[in-house]
């Protein structure tokens, strides 16, 4: 009985309905991870190849990085509103326009990246043969890996704030339960969706930390090598 009289009293944090609602606030949880990984993964795929073509020179990196800086200052209301016509009120139309949000970080990171190696690295592989290929996989993409992460976790954290605006064509996972709530101002409801997006940008970011370190073992060993140990940073980075 107490438990109901939290909602007969919308109360900001009731455990009842956390109870009662348990089922409809998974689905929307689950909707909102599958947003946010989709688009993500679908910007980063789109960004790569536009980073290559950006570092080609001016010609290339004057476009491509004023086009994703112009996608990025549209309002999310106007974007959905252009993307309507081909996709209709479906989470293809929410998805699209977060990946069109997400390339600005992604491109720049990755650019940035992949521009950061080492001149001399460049210049040890091609004198060992390694194509142009062979160059971007094993030594300039490994080497790129610390600013391509760094800008993964930021657009990652964006894209699930950035989620909830989808509930405008109700595809906006917890931005659906935040929105319905809002009209009669139901606290638990609007309080709990808006701590589960935190929590899981959170989670995402510290996901993402977990896999750069994992990826990245030279960087913690030259935090922690004196000069006497480039030899061996050397090695780690080439292997």
Same mark, same amino acid.
């Given at each position: 009985m107490a438990g109901e009289n939290c909602l007969v009293a919308n109360d900001w944090i009731c455990g009842e309905y956390l109870r009662s609602?348990?089922?409809?606030?998974?689905?929307?949880?689950v909707e909102h991870i599958w947003i946010t990984a989709v688009s993500v993964l679908i910007g980063l795929a789109?960004?790569?190849?536009?980073?290559?073509?950006?570092r080609r020179g001016r010609h290339f990196a004057g476009p491509v990085l004023g086009l994703t800086t112009v996608l990025y200052t549209v309002p999310s209301l106007a974007m959905f509103s252009l993307l309507l016509p081909l996709f209709g009120l479906s989470a293809a139309l929410v998805v699209t326009g977060l990946v069109l949000y997400s390339l600005t970080i992604l491109v720049r990171n990755v650019l940035a990246g992949l521009e950061a190696v080492p001149p001399e690295a460049k210049e040890a592989a091609k004198g060992m043969g390694y194509g142009p290929a062979r160059l971007l996989w094993e030594v300039e993409l490994p080497l790129a890996l610390p600013a391509l992460m760094a800008g993964l976790r930021i657009a990652t954290v964006s894209t699930v704030a950035l989620t909830t605006v989808g509930s405008l064509v109700g595809k906006g996972g917890l931005g659906n339960l935040i929105e319905d709530a809002l009209p009669s101002l139901f606290k638990a409801q609007v309080l709990t969706a808006s701590v589960l997006c935190v929590l899981l940008a959170v989670a995402?970011? @510290? /996901?993402?930390?977990?896999?750069?370190? @994992? /990826?990245?073992?030279?960087?913690r060993i030259r935090a922690t090598a004196g000069p006497d140990r480039g030899a061996l940073i050397a090695k780690v980075e080439a292997g």
């Amino acid at each position: 009985m107490a438990g109901e009289n939290c909602l007969v009293a919308n109360d900001w944090i009731c455990g009842e309905y956390l109870r009662s609602r348990s089922q409809e606030l998974t689905d929307a949880t689950v909707e909102h991870i599958w947003i946010t990984a989709v688009s993500v993964l679908i910007g980063l795929a789109v960004a790569f190849p536009l980073a290559l073509l950006a570092r080609r020179g001016r010609h290339f990196a004057g476009p491509v990085l004023g086009l994703t800086t112009v996608l990025y200052t549209v309002p999310s209301l106007a974007m959905f509103s252009l993307l309507l016509p081909l996709f209709g009120l479906s989470a293809a139309l929410v998805v699209t326009g977060l990946v069109l949000y997400s390339l600005t970080i992604l491109v720049r990171n990755v650019l940035a990246g992949l521009e950061a190696v080492p001149p001399e690295a460049k210049e040890a592989a091609k004198g060992m043969g390694y194509g142009p290929a062979r160059l971007l996989w094993e030594v300039e993409l490994p080497l790129a890996l610390p600013a391509l992460m760094a800008g993964l976790r930021i657009a990652t954290v964006s894209t699930v704030a950035l989620t909830t605006v989808g509930s405008l064509v109700g595809k906006g996972g917890l931005g659906n339960l935040i929105e319905d709530a809002l009209p009669s101002l139901f606290k638990a409801q609007v309080l709990t969706a808006s701590v589960l997006c935190v929590l899981l940008a959170v989670a995402a970011d @510290l /996901l993402l930390l977990g896999v750069q370190r @994992l /990826l990245t073992p030279w960087t913690r060993i030259r935090a922690t090598a004196g000069p006497d140990r480039g030899a061996l940073i050397a090695k780690v980075e080439a292997g």
